[in-house]
T-cell receptor
Framework: GENVEQHPSTLSVQEGDSAVIKCTYSDSASNYFPWYKQELGKRPQLIIDIRSNVGEKKDQRIAVTLNKTAKHFSLHITETQPEDSAVYFCAASTGGTSYGKLTFGQGTILTVHP | ETGVTQTPRHLVMGMTNKKSLKCEQHLGHNAMYWYKQSAKKPLELMFVYSLEERVENNSVPSRFSPECPNSSHLFLHLHTLQPEDSALYLC???????????FGPGTRLTVT
């Protein structure tokens, strides 16, 4: 089955800096890659996603890039703010009989210092 | 409010108890999911339902029994659990499989 590795496990940055979180996946058939943000004590919420027919997607300060050949994708947050502090999860989903099944990475604890 | 609710929010149960977790979505979605979130482990998919039919059972022990009576409701029936089953249980729904998943607030389960 699919295996998703996420790095780093913790990331500490100063307000205004950029943050990058990387994920690799094992199943070359994976075609959907969402990123979720989970604040302490709250539910995971989708912040951005990308499908395999696109190499990059941006939404204001957040961007995701996908390299299908290398089977990795990354989350980029620019001009970080204290409210960006949370746990971020990447995930990968395949098609076929497991269509819609998300396999999650281990999570990255992002801390943005004022 | 994402439109996915879960009850109870907290549950403490003994290993011989039987309890049920409830999830309800008000989004008109056709797919629903149960996840387990343990400390220091990734979110683990447990079950997937599409149009009330179970389409995925991710090797979950039989002490966890899901039920989907209609596309808006999802239950997780629990019996003879183990302490290692203590975790946050999250429900999610999506328009269909392969679409954005919306999570509920979760039920924090403690097995004593």
């Amino acid at each position: 089955g699919e295996n998703v590795e996420q790095h780093p496990s913790t990331l500490s940055v100063q307000e205004g800096d950029s943050a990058v979180i990387k994920c690799t996946y094992s199943d070359s058939a994976s075609n959907y890659f969402p990123w979720y943000k989970q604040e302490l004590g709250k539910r995971p919420q989708l912040i951005i996603d990308i499908r395999s027919n696109v190499g990059e997607k941006k939404d204001q300060r957040i961007a995701v890039t996908l390299n299908k050949t290398a089977k990795h994708f990354s989350l980029h947050i620019t001009e970080t703010q204290p409210e960006d502090s949370a746990v971020y999860f990447c995930a990968a989903s395949t098609g076929g009989t497991s269509y819609g099944k998300l396999t999650f990475g281990q999570g990255t604890i992002l801390t943005v210092h004022p | 409010e994402t439109g996915v609710t879960q009850t109870p929010r907290h549950l403490v149960m003994g290993m011989t108890n039987k309890k049920s977790l409830k999830c309800e979505q008000h989004l008109g979605h056709n797919a629903m999911y149960w996840y387990k979130q343990s400390a220091k482990k990734p979110l683990e998919l447990m079950f997937v339902y599409s149009l009330e039919e179970r389409v995925e059972n991710n090797s979950v022990p039989s002490r966890f029994s899901p039920e989907c009576p209609n596309s808006s409701h999802l239950f997780l029936h629990l019996h003879t659990l183990q302490p290692e089953d203590s975790a946050l249980y999250l429900c999610a729904s999506s328009l269909d499989r392969g679409y954005e998943q919306y999570f509920g607030p979760g039920t924090r389960l403690t097995v004593t």
